[in-house]
Nanobody, 120 residues
Framework: QVQLVESGGGLVQPGGSLRLSCAAS????????MGWYRQAPGKQRELVAV???????NYVRSVKGRFTISRDNAKNTVYLQMSSLKPEDTAVYYC??????????????WGQGTQVTVSS
């Protein structure tokens, strides 16, 4: 069973920075798209940023210029560097990956979520 393990969340002041990491492991043949979603209290989960295996990226408008997504294909790991954080960035951040398993099944997998709180 594929596992996605996130790390790097926490409490940060407005204007600060955080870096999230998500490592995928077990039964992985290859990974297509990887991404980050977030869900604030009382709101729907929204896409924050995605990155293809070739390195093409896309961001939700509200984080463009402040967040950077990257990945290390050799380590099956995706990162989200978040800068100039605002209180409205407060949410649980979830990692996502489209994985082709060693049995050649394509499926989407989610991490457990990591809390990011931006507050003074």
């Amino acid at each position: 069973q594929v596992q996605l393990v996130e790390s790097g969340g926490g409490l940060v002041q407005p204007g600060g920075s955080l870096r999230l990491s998500c490592a995928a492991s077990r039964s992985i043949f290859s990974i297509n798209v990887m991404g980050w979603y977030r869900q604030a209290p009382g709101k729907q989960r929204e896409l924050v940023a995605v990155i293809t295996s070739g390195g093409t990226t896309n961001y939700v408008r509200s984080v463009k210029g402040r967040f950077t997504i990257s990945r290390d294909n050799a380590k099956n790991t995706v990162y989200l560097q978040m800068s100039s954080l605002k209180p409205e960035d407060t949410a649980v951040y979830y990692c996502y990956a489209d994985v082709i398993t060693t049995t050649h099944t394509l499926a989407g997998y989610w991490g457990q979520g990591t809390q990011v709180t931006v507050s003074s």
